[in-house]
């Protein structure tokens, strides 16, 4: 078969010398890039551009990238579970729970099964990317507005579902979540929205520094005041193997994570972060004791690991196969493709079949590396909270905020992060969970756009979103959700009722 | 209120907080004084701001400039990469900057220089505010649509919403960008009415019409090659007054009856006003031998950049020309109303 004798052919130019060695350095250095707070893989990328360009080979140059992209989903986790601020947006959720199980001593299990999620992940979604990635290009290009709002809208719904405790105050942040996702320029009209006339407002807040101040400087903040400032997490690191209850509730929320990312990451503009917070929100659903969610469930690890890992190898489907960047990272290496010579796209396969089967074939050789990598490495990253606060709490503040700082080149992320920061920290001391605003952040932009394009497309008739087949159906799944959990709801009030008559 | 330790503690973060603050305001002034004499020759590395992300047309011909600027020049280019406020920031910086031949410009003539000051107020005035040093290419707007389309030229878009009494649906980038205008101005010069719908960004749009689900879009060559190449995209129509060099078989609007033309997103470096005439002749010069390097030529071939040199009057004029036409077409094309 082509894809067999492509692949085989792949190999031998992904582990000739060079090839093997640039893939290892992309891994390791996506790694570091993914650990330290804010510097994403984006900027990373760009910094190295000028490198890229002296290499002889595309090919060569390619594969370091790609590692670095898929390494950084890799160690994105790391400071996440560690130290509760996101080494990149899509580990967002990871915090979550996370940083639970770090607090209880198990953080080299979370560290461990988020490694062996990714790895599982990445693996599925290099092996559709071999398999399926052209027709599955083509499936996708039929999202248009219509089906990305009725997508969007399930998803909004599942964010819900991601709300803590108080449905209330979980609304609440749900509302200040889509109010700060309106500052910018609004596409569709061109006119500014709650600006203030402060030019670097007008591409709106970015996501890292809303991140990473909400959850991460909060956090620094919280334990400053706290009593146990000397011990940020917890002395007692635990065992770092995941226990066979922790696999048992990981082995499908990894599989279905997998599946998640990648579908999210073939549909351009969908992504990581759409992928991990979509996992979290269904792995609540589907787990046998939802309530352990926000406590330190490793599922809420696993899951969203996977899936922001499948989503990062999907990604690669629409550049490769329809020359369309999904992402600032990828749209980097489309940038370092083109100026060497090859036009990612549709022929891309017939033009230079060894770039694209050697780029795969490096994708299956990373995942290895990293995990063989990372596993070890995760003893190494659970002695940082050994490391007395004094020391780690100045370290963490001065790497974020050189993230921050590396997002546009400019002071004005910064000043930002640090307030995010503080209204982080009233937040969590008022007992809101930022969790669904950071949800609501990511998805109200899409929702609004789509719903508007859709509008635009179709003169104003609302019957587009139910006689397209795509839309039609997902709206159809929409009203199901809602309905069966109204019917849930109604039981539910019921039991109570006749519980109260019984009395 | 606090224990010893955390007083500590605290004291370290708010010292990280301070530093940090420090570092901003140190941002703000350039290094040393240029020297003034004759003849212009840098003696440390050049900053080349680009106002858009990595990755877009402007960021990529820098990096083309900036393969084979070690040739010409004994100083290594590094390139800055600062967006934010659609181009306004990064020019901002520039603009600001010390005029002293080490900070420069990429993309002078983009959207923010010619079109956004006759829609909203700008914080500074390309004509005021930067010296022209060169004019490197212009990124036209091609006007396209989908490969299983049955219309296969202008001629036959136009046709069909007059028959059908229809609206043409077009994908664009942004409200008021590049291709927006392009549209609205073959709707209003041929008479139809042509819907926009805007996304956040040139490869959202793309991908919409790539998918089919609108009637026509249009992009810069080099941000479309990828679909121009696999022929999931047709071209039919040129929105600049000429042919585009890296697309010299799709015909201009103006050839197919359409009386409309735009200036596309011109390409051009630039410098902080009150750069000395020997800093504009010395990049002048580099640049001009840039384009004219095989090498470069192959890239922005590659590309589909078209190289279209002008040195530093020829291109202040060009500057000035083009600044008026915009004014006249937001005019016309009613964005400039609130």
Redesign the interface.
Known sequence: MDIFQGLLGGFSIALSGTNMLFCFLGALLGTAVGVLPGLGP?AT??LL??VV?SMSSPATSIIFLAGIFYGAMYGGSTTSILLRIPGEAASVVTCIDGFQMAKKGRAGAALAIAAIGSFVAGTVGVIGLTFVAPPLAEFA?????PEYFALMLIGLLLAVFLSGDSPLKGLIMLFLGILLSNVG???????ERFTFGI??L??GFEFVTLAMGLFGLSE?FLT?ESKG??EFVTATIGRIMPTARDWAESRWAILRGSFIGFFTGVI??GGAVVASLTSYALEKKFAKHPEEFGQGAIAGVAGPESANNAASSASFI?LLT?????N?SI??I??AL??Q?V?????LIQEHPDLFWGVIASMYLGNVILLVLNLPLVGLWVQLLKVP??IL??LI??FT?VGCYSL?????N?YVF?AFGVIGYILRKLRFDPGPLIMAFVLA?LIE?SLR?SL??S?GSMAIFVTRPISGTLMALFAAIVAAQAYKAVRKRKDVKCADNGE | MFGKGKGKILLSVALVMVMVAALAGCGAKAPDKAKQGAAFKPDKPVTMVVPMAAGGSTDMLARAVEKVWSKYCPQPLQIVNKPGGGGIEGSTFVARAKPDGYTLLMGVGSGHDLVMPHIQKVEYDPFKDLTFISRLSIHSVVVLVPENSPHKSMKDVIEWAKKENKPVTASVSVKAGAVDMVMRGIGKSAGIEVTPIPHAGGSQSITTLVGGQTIMGGGHPAEVIGQLKANRVRPIGIATPDRDPSLPNVPTLKEQGINFYTWGSVKGVGAPKGTSKEIVDYYADVLKKISEDPDFKKAMGDMLQPIQYMGPEEFAKFMRQASDDYAKLVKELGLDKK
């Open positions: 984006a990328i760009s551009l000028p360009y290009l039929r999202f248009g507005a320029i609004d596409p569709i009209s061109g006119k030019v670097s007008q591409n620094v400053l400032a000397a351009p503009g629409p329809l020359g369309i960047p999904a600032a749209a980097m489309f940038a083109l100026v010579g036009t990612p796209g549709p022929f606060f004094g709490g100045p503040v001065m905020v546009a080149n400019d002071m004005f910064v640090i932009p756009n394009q635009l497309l003169a």
